[in-house]
């Protein structure tokens, strides 16, 4: 994931987008809801960025990510719902309507297996990624301003000195 703070041109956070998508996958223990909220929020960003992805392939991916345990459900549903034009919501709530056959193989014994939390991923806004000329002003902006602190600060050291020098 990336790391708060950095500041990535649009190029290299469509690259990283495209690179959680590729490695996206089913957490162990998860519920069907959390997989598809964390899904849902990795393609809002990726829409965020104007990043274009056929939706057989995003429906592909979701149904393809799931866990054995879902395998009937999700031939069940390539068979009956078209995945040229069902959208992911539609797949969550026709999965959701079978999911607690899947909750089941998480009970052993009389302990229950929670699902993970949901991660925090912070991507910031597309108004927010500064272009390549604008890195490159911003960047020079911070040496003049250090430049000026470091010439204020030198200024301050002799003026210490000499005072330092006239009382002995």
Not at 19 to 41: M, Q, V, W
Not at 54 to 83: A, C, G, H, I, M
Request: charged letters at 25%.
């Amino acid at each position: 994931m990336l790391m708060q703070g950095t500041l990535l041109t649009k190029q290299e956070m469509e690259c990283n987008l495209y690179d959680e998508f590729d490695k996206f996958a089913y957490r162990k223990g998860e519920t069907l809801r959390d997989f598809y909220l964390r899904f849902s929020l990795l393609l809002n960003y990726m829409n965020m960025y104007n990043m274009k992805l056929e939706q057989f392939q995003v429906n592909t991916k979701f149904l393809n990510t799931l866990p054995p345990e879902w395998s009937k459900f999700v031939t069940d549903v390539k068979l009956v719902r078209d995945l040229h034009t069902t959208n992911v919501d539609q797949l969550h709530a026709y999965l959701g309507q079978h999911e607690y056959h899947d909750n089941e193989s998480y009970h052993v014994g009389n302990k229950t297996h929670k699902a993970f939390p949901l991660p925090v991923i912070e991507f910031p806004l597309v108004e927010e990624v500064p272009t390549a000329s604008e890195e490159s002003f911003h960047c020079q902006k911070k040496k003049e301003a250090t430049a000026v602190k470091i010439a204020l600060l030198l200024k301050s050291r002799r003026n210490c000195q000499s005072k330092t020098v006239t009382l002995n």
